[in-house]
């Protein structure tokens, strides 16, 4: 009897640590070398310098920084930024070179976009695997036909998408904090306007982590391996650490886009015009006529906030 009791609870022990293991995100980065303003008194390295400090503390795997040629073209000594990214053991990919929406652009002018990007990879990694493009806006092409032109040219060059399937669009915080901190140097208190900005921040990415594990199980049945679209902003870079914390709490392991985008799931390509993009989840679900589970985001207050 004590046999079969232990037993049965070494099996529920190890169920349990099969569960929390097959629950897995991979963080990746947007817009390095440089995304969104700044608040007083920090220097533009200062959010990357800032994540990666962050990423090293929290011992996560190896994770995709995704690259803007025209900011290095603007500005050089952003190289630095990428290099300091590759010193800390951390990857490269190809945004675009200027960063277009797709539905924008014609199919053809997007192309030499990302291929004006690759001299600015090629001499930051010239050994790297930055063959991994992510798309600016998550447009995948408003249109049918544009989107397998883009497709065929980037398989044509060795390119694999990056896709995502968790976002709460985090890039919406970085201007109110850049805004609040301004108030606030010029003896304004802010620290209300503050604890709501990290508190709805990470609310939100709680809300957005429930409804897309929702959504994949309404799709596939399971949990996925998921890949989180986070950007380099200032604020981005100060609530890192909570953010890490937070998925912890909810029984998340960390993994890399490579190992989370070998699951099945990533294998299927929507091939559908969809105009403002998506991620895959939202695109799979407009085959499957599946809908995206309720959600919201306070973008009137964060328009409003500090200004």
Not at 71 to 86: H, N
Request: aromatic share 12%.
């Amino acid at each position: 009897m004590r046999r079969l009791a232990l037993l049965f609870a070494i099996t529920c022990s190890l169920l349990a640590v099969s569960r929390a293991q097959s629950l897995t995100v991979a963080l990746t980065f947007d817009d390095l070398p440089a995304h969104g303003p700044l608040p007083p008194g920090m220097a533009r390295p200062g959010p990357v310098r800032e994540i990666l400090a962050t990423l090293k503390h929290e011992k996560m795997p190896p994770t995709y920084g995704f690259v803007n040629g025209f900011r290095i073209a603007q500005f050089p000594y952003q190289e630095e930024i990428l290099k300091a990214w590759l010193a800390a053991g951390n990857p490269l990919g190809n945004h675009t070179f200027s960063h277009p929406a797709l539905d924008q652009t014609p199919a053809d002018k997007y192309i030499a976009d990302i291929a004006a990007n690759e001299p600015y990879l090629e001499k930051a990694d010239p050994q790297g695997n930055w063959h991994w493009f992510r798309y600016p806006y998550l447009e995948e092409g408003d249109t049918l036909p544009k989107r397998q032109a883009v497709r065929t040219w980037l398989l044509d060059h060795h390119y694999q998408v990056a896709e995502v399937t968790l976002d709460f669009e985090d890039s919406l915080w970085n201007e109110p904090y850049a805004r609040c901190m301004t108030r606030q140097s010029t003896g304004t208190d802010e620290s209300a306007n503050r604890r709501w900005l990290e508190q709805s921040y990470l609310g939100k990415a709680a809300e957005f982590t429930t409804a897309f594990r929702q959504l994949s199980h309404t799709l596939y049945g399971r949990d996925i391996p998921y890949v989180l679209l986070l950007h380099v902003g200032a604020f981005d870079a100060k609530m890192l650490p909570q953010l890490i914390a937070q998925f912890r709490r909810e029984g998340f392991t960390f993994t890399t886009l490579e190992a989370a985008q070998r699951d099945p799931a990533y294998a299927f390509d929507p091939n559908l015009g969809y105009p403002s993009g998506g991620t895959l989840m939202e695109l799979v679900s407009q085959i499957k006529k599946v809908n995206f589970p309720d959600n919201t985001k306070p973008y009137k207050k964060l328009d409003g906030l500090c200004r």
